[in-house]
């Protein structure tokens, strides 16, 4: 049957750039839009499979709706030039690709669409209309679905006729009604001024439509009623500009709009000068690449191979334990987000020619004890994605995973950490390996969600194993090209089973102690209130801005430092602009401060202390920031604030798990600086370091010009700004703010900064042009950061890649180092026969829990391992601390 798909081309271009991180082609393009919009495109082509399609643009600016109406889209910005540019580049590439596209004169893209769908649904043919524009919804029919898109343009909600009504218990049609009563600021639509969605809809359940709204106003009162009545011709009006027309004179056929499928030779070289490696790697065009002479060569296939897929059942549990010796990938099936909770499905298994499906319930019986033997044999090596959540889930069911070798996540993460997504069908896509089946279609989403039938549900899990085989000899030939096998065997495949033992581990919880904590601050956000109305001489909502602005700025007279489109901005840094002007405003910075401790720390970990086991049990991230450093969820335990003596007390529910234990943490001093130091070469910021002396009163001190007991408080706090800024690639406005002082002070005192410290001048500069050169940046354990922005055309873009090319080495070394001292301090304890944990790692701090007779032995260990994870030029240095809970250990 044809299938007829229309794509509101303005409006999902315009999502993907404000969707997509930048994204620039060697010649300094953007074409972060264009490849938002293709890969769009490429899932409907692969989960639809239209007969017909069309993409359809509008024509200029000035439609037939200005005639009537001047302002129309009016209050729109002006298009950035970076997406500008990006149109004739879109329109090029889809010819490329044989997709068909339509623009009219004097028309708008959902004109057009909306005439094509009327016709088409005339003829009793499928159509689905692709737009991110609720106007669109007035279109949907028995015959015609809405794919609304969303999140940016990675999701679609489908909408028919019974989805509008059950969304918004209103027929199509009313779309256009509902538009009229509200308006549409991004078309610049007015509206009923004080009509919102919510009201619009009540009027149109009473009354039907616009028409019946305005005959039916003598039913209302106050307010509503004389808004009506004063712009009744508003609405009248904002309901024919938000109708789409449907009567746009047409020359093309249906036979134009055919679709016959992507064409090769023409849609490789189209996406080969676009430079999108990972859409030909995805379309099997992976072989259209430019040479060095700038050339393109042809087609390669990829092939996919039929696969031999054996559903275990107890029957067939001796042939597959047989086999496990040739087995080197499997796949954990578990769902839920945190992985400490998840329910484990199944698990797929797979050698080069053999893959093999066992439900869970089968895993636990007695009759695969041999089975759970290999699975938790770390002399067996296996591959997989995502081993670190897959050895959870199943520790929480009683099984062990052990002898995890490739992890072919955390490969692809380091082989590209700017990569937004890293699921195994992005890696198929980019390994040239034949697509899965998403799990949306195989399990369902959200409410929706269900385990398949056996047969279905075996399949797509043994394929994900297969898969994963597949990947693994591919990666392991760019990790060693890129210099980076090192860095994934002996530091981040051991750290991710040292995590795993971590977050088994868990942390205890004085459970009695936290609730304590919360009784104080609910009495100090009592208190606060009480002084806040006092102060204010009136009482409101705290947590609405619209309340807290009028108060400040209208009844308090405090000066407007910022507005938004919804009033006045009341966001944290415009407070602490106005709080020298009033009391009510340092309060209301407290009142803030101590109610996200309550609901935030005390309530959200209340709720995250496993009943079990009376402790918390966070999970780390590997594969998250594009730094290396770790990020921990479930709860999030690197977050707490430490600033405020408030956030402290939070750490004081910490405690031992063991009764005459301690809890004893190490912190690396300045790590990021000592690192600079020796990455840079710096001669005065080395001698700092190894004569032992206080960083930031030696910067002062050479910066200023003066000896050290010249050095006031003002003086080290400016020198210690700019020494923490510099490592973050600071500008002079940045450091402004941080100090309150001019613009043209900072950039003087930066400017001084430099002029001491050449070395580290000399490598910030040194780095950029190393940047530009290669496209990346590494550490000093040869972990990569791609910048494809360093030689963009736009200045903003550029700036901020080349900030990240002067940050990127010193921030990802120290996240390199203190993972290199919990792999070295795991295997230290372990060698000693220790009891003493390792709990938790703070950014460059680690959490232990120790016994009363190792105590003396950890104190000395711990800052040893941590000062030798890594030899510099400058010493590493580590202070310990310890105590009866995590607050004492600080």
Known sequence: MDKLILIDGNNIIY???????????????????????????????????????????????????????????????????????????????????????????????????????????????????????????????????????????????????????????LTPDQIIDLKGLMGDASDNIPGVPGVGEKTALKLLQQFGSVEGVLAGTGELKGKMKEKLEEHADSAIMSKKLATIYREVPLEHTWEDMVFSGIVADTAGPALAKLEFKSLLERLSLSAYSHAADGSLSGPAAVEAAE????????????????????????????????????????????????????????????????????????????????????????????????????????AAYLLDPTEASQNLNDLTTKYGLPRLSPDEDVFGKGAKYRIPELKILGEHVARKSATVLGIVQKQQVELDKTDMTGLFQDLEMPLSRILADMEKQGIAVNKDDLIQLGKEFEAQISRLVTEIYSACGTEFNLNSPKQLGEVLFVKLGLPVVKKTKTGYSTDAEVLEKLAPYHDAVRLILQYRSIAK???????????????????????????????????????????????????????????????GWSILAADYSQIELRVLAHISGDARMKEAFVEDMDIHTKTAMDVFGVPAESVDSNMRRSAKAVNFGIVYGISDYGLSQNLNIPRKEAARFIEQYFEVFQGVRRYMDDIVVEARKQGYVTTLLERRRYLPEINAKNFNLRSFAERTAMNTPIQGTAADIIKLAMVHMDKALHERGLKSRMLLQVHDELVFEVPEEELEQMKQLLPEVMAGALELSVPLKAEVSFGSNWYEAK
């Not at 089968?362 to 759970?372: F, N, T, V, W, Y």
């Open 307 to 410: 696969l031999t897929i054996t559903i275990v059942d107890e029957a067939g549990i001796e042939k597959l334990v047989q086999a496990l010796p040739g087995i080197s990938a499997l796949h954990v099936e578990s769902n839920g987000e945190n992985p400490h909770r998840a329910e484990v499905i199944g698990l797929g298994l797979s050698s080069p020619e053999q893959h093999y499906f066992v439900p869970f319930a089968l895993l636990k019986s007695k009759a695969a004890e041999p089975l759970r033997n290999w699975l938790g044999d770390d002399q067996a090596p296996k591959s997989g994605y995502d081993l670190h959540r897959a050895d959870l889930a199943l520790h929480w069911q009683g099984i062990a995973l052990a002898g995890a070798a490739n992890d072919v996540q955390l």
């Open 597 to 659: 401790l309550q609901s935030t720390y005390v309530e959200g970990l209340m709720k995250e202390i496993s009943p079990e086991t009376g402790k918390v049990h966070t999970f780390y991230r590997q594969t998250i920031a594009a730094t290396g450093r770790l990020s921990s969820q479930f709860p999030n335990l690197q977050n707490i604030p430490i600033r405020l003596e408030e956030g402290r007390k939070i750490r004081k529910v910490f405690v031992p798990s063991e009764p």
């Open 15 to 169: 999502r993907a750039f404000f969707a997509m991180p930048p994204l620039t082609n060697t010649a300094g393009q953007q074409t972060n839009a264009v490849y938002g919009f293709t890969t769009m495109l490429l899932r409907l082509l692969e989960e639809h499979k239209p007969t017909h399609m069309i993409v359809a643009f509008d024509a200029g600016k000035i439609t037939f709706r200005h005639e009537g109406y001047e302002d129309y889209k009016g209050g729109r910005q002006k298009t950035p030039p970076e997406l500008s540019e990006q149109f004739p580049l879109l329109k090029e590439l889809l010819k490329g690709l044989g997709v068909p596209q339509f623009e009219i004169a004097g028309y708008e893209a959902d004109d057009i669409i909306g005439t094509i769908s009327r016709e088409a649904d005339a003829a009793g043919r499928q159509v689905m209309i692709v737009s991110g524009d609720k106007d669109m919804l007035q279109l949907a029919s028995e015959h015609t679905t809405i794919a609304m898109v969303r999140k940016g343009v990675t999701e679609v909600e489908l909408y028919g006729p019974k989805q509008i009504r059950d969304k918004y218990d």
